[in-house]
């Protein structure tokens, strides 16, 4: 360790994580961050007001770009910690090399501060429906890990009417699940219910089965002809939303998706798995109607006080330069939707994952959204162009523990191709 690296006591380490001018970073895998106890800890999750920057990143040459990304300054003073101290020194001589000129390290996090009920820690609400490669490593190898109700699980590798894309490398034990069995490709909305159902019961599914939902991000590009084909863990986004919309009461979201499973080195299998139906959801159908909203639920909410329909779509899309799709037309956005950005184009959530794929760190997304007024004090409904982003956005929301979420399901497809529907264009006043 760098001899202009200091080491802190607990007190200390307490006092600058209050200190706003004063950063805490958290090195640990982002599992840990969001409240995985992956060494055991009697409490878990991280610091308030840490930011996740896991050690494994430094291994990507890009990975100095998300300490901008992160508005980390090298001359405001930081405190690195970790499971380990030699964790925390690692990244604590990288910033030093790159010019930070006040880092010290906190090496006590496991042996005083997640044994004393009285030191604070955060975690994301429903940590354990986004899980990690170990963990569904231990699924598939006959363990229950932490949050497994039983044995009773199905495994689905989401793809957009492209089943190649699950013959070239899949999890081994995972079916394929094409996205369209759960919305119709004439409307791009939500199959009707009786449909769902049948679905689900063909895929083995009941509702009281945990579903692992991952995809395979493949970098897709506007000139594709599919792109969607590319998105496929966007599309798993989706088919969770969809799910739990149907009463799935266990769905689970491998972060990263299959990007991350191959990350952490593990085999993919090109063995085709055939689904096991069963006989009857066991459920009505849907158990939750609140988390989609149809064109008239949108309308309302516009008007309501309480209230707010978000557009989680690039800026581009929002002020009307492109339509966003190969088959939408209409360029614009819906007049009074707030602008919730989802990154570069249709196909991309940049300002919810991590260059890696897994999900942003959670206060990071509720400190954006705060920032124009979404908040879960309030009803928030998400919106694309036909559901697949608005539906990842709705996870975020979900996996945070807000209780008043949902996705308008026809999104701007079907508000701009209605009769009697205003659009607007042009930057917002």
């Known amino acids: 360790m760098e001899e202009t690296i200091t080491t802190v006591s607990t007190e200390t380490f307490a006092e600058q994580a209050d200190a706003p001018n004063h950063e805490i970073l958290d090195v640990r895998p982002i599992a840990a961050y969001n409240g995985w106890p992956l060494r055991g800890e009697s409490q878990s999750g991280h610091v308030p007001g840490a930011k996740s920057l896991p050690l494994q990143w430094t291994q990507y040459m890009d990975w100095v770009e998300v300490l901008d990304e992160k508005c980390l300054s090298p001359q405001t003073p930081v405190t690195v910690y970790g499971y380990t101290l030699e964790d925390a020194a690692e990244m604590a001589d990288n910033l030093t090399r790159l010019g930070f000129e006040a880092v010290g390290v906190y090496d006590n996090f496991l042996e005083e501060w997640t044994p004393d009920p009285d030191r604070p820690l955060r975690r994301l609400d429903r940590y354990q429906q986004l899980v990690y490669p170990e963990w569904l490593h231990d699924l598939i190898s006959g363990e229950e890990p932490e ?87 966007l599309g798993a986004m989706r088919c969770a939303a969809l799910m739990l919309y149907a009463g799935v009461e266990d769905v689970k979201i491998l972060n990263g998706g299959l990007n991350t499973w191959e990350s952490a080195g593990y085999d993919t299998s090109t063995e085709p798995v055939a689904p096991e139906p069963v006989s009857n959801f066991g459920a009505e159908v849907p158990a939750h109607p609140e988390y989609m909203l149809d064109l008239e639920d949108a309308q309302a909410l516009l008007e309501a006080d309480d209230g707010d329909l978000v557009s989680v779509r690039s800026w581009a899309e929002f002020i009307g330069e492109r339509s966003g799709y190969h088959y939408i037309d209409s360029k614009g956005r819906i007049p009074g939707a707030v602008f919730g950005n989802c990154g570069s184009d249709a196909y991309h959530m940049e300002n919810y994952r991590n260059f890696d794929y897994t999900t942003r760190e959670f206060p990071e997304i509720a400190e954006k959204w705060a920032e124009t007024g979404i908040t879960p004090k309030k009803h928030i409904a998400f919106y694309c162009g036909t559901g697949w982003r608005g539906s990842e956005a709705f996870m975020n929301a979900y996996l945070m523990g807000w209780s008043n979420i949902s996705v308008y399901d026809g999104g701007w497809y079907q508000w701009s191709n209605h009769p009697t529907t205003e659009t607007a264009t042009g930057v917002p006043e």
């Open 147 to 233: 949050g497994m109700r039983g044995n009773d699980y199905v495994l689905c590798h989401a793809h957009f009417d492209y089943r190649q894309d699950y013959e070239d490398g899949h999890i081994p034990g995972a079916i394929p699940l094409n996205t369209n069995k759960l919305e119709s490709p004439e409307t791009w909305n939500r199959r009707p219910p009786e449909q769902l159902k049948a679905v689900l019961e063909d895929l083995g599914i009941r509702h009281d089965t945990t579903v692992v939902l991952y995809g395979r991000f493949s970098h897709p590009t506007y000139d594709q002809d599919h792109p969607a084909q590319s998105a496929g863990h």
